[in-house]
């Protein structure tokens, strides 16, 4: 089975509003990556945060992790209509090993 | 423009048929890798190289094989052992293995 796993599954809000993802992982990491994918293309790299780091930025996005809780969100805040994408974590302790979720589904109506 | 070269876009396989994915990168990383992704799943991992002439199983790795003769270039062969190839195929490479990924932008297999 899958290390990572998001939730929720789907998410629809309204353009300017925030969006929250969350992601679950079973064992221990060195790191914990997450990537945007928009329909029928291949997959963006966003942010990567060590198992050492609880929280990191870029721009718009805001990740936390909870290494205890085996948990970590992706926040995307003043959304936009182009943030609608597919987006998943991926866990593992190296390239080789990484495991991605299913992926949340994030429609931005504008 | 530095990154990375799937081809082609869509491919038609038909019964018993070997058919090749080309991925090219000119990011000058050492390790390549497949994925498979299904419809609304995440990513499996199909096999992964980190050097040249050196290649590993990933975890779904029976019905394909890969060479890698050359550092930029990856392709992967989906063979008629593959019962079931219809995926959207994803071709990624790092700088080293504890890094980010880059990825192209897919190739749509689809059986004929």
């Known amino acids: 089975s899958q290390q990572g796993e998001e939730d929720p599954q789907a998410l629809s809000i309204q353009e300017g509003e925030n969006a929250t993802m969350n992601c679950s992982y079973k064992t221990s990491i060195n790191n914990l990556q997450w990537y945007r994918q928009n329909s029928g293309r291949g997959l963006v790299h966003l942010i990567l945060i060590r198992s050492n780091e609880r929280e990191k930025h870029s721009g718009r996005l805001r990740v936390t992790l909870d290494t205890s809780k085996k948990s970590s969100s992706l926040l995307i805040t003043a959304s936009r209509a182009a943030d609608t994408a597919s987006y998943f974590c991926a866990t593992g302790g190296s390239a080789r090993q990484l495991t991605f979720g299913s992926g949340t589904q994030l429609t931005v109506l504008p | 423009d530095g990154g990375i070269t799937q081809s082609p876009k869509y491919l038609f396989r038909k019964e018993g048929q070997n058919v090749t994915l080309s991925c090219e990168q000119n990011?000058?990383?050492?390790?390549m890798y497949w994925y498979r992704q299904d419809p609304g799943q995440g990513l499996r991992l199909i096999y992964y190289s980190q050097i040249v002439n050196d290649f590993q199983k990933g975890d779904i790795a029976e019905g394909y094989s890969v060479s890698r003769e050359k550092k930029e270039s990856f392709p992967l062969t989906v063979t008629s052992a593959q019962k079931n190839p219809t995926a959207f195929y994803l071709c990624?490479?790092?700088?080293?293995?504890?890094?980010?990924?880059?990825f192209g932008s897919g190739t749509q297999l689809s059986v004929l």
């Open positions: 990011l000058n990383h050492d390790a």
């Open positions: 990624a490479s790092s700088i080293g293995a504890d890094e980010k990924l880059f």
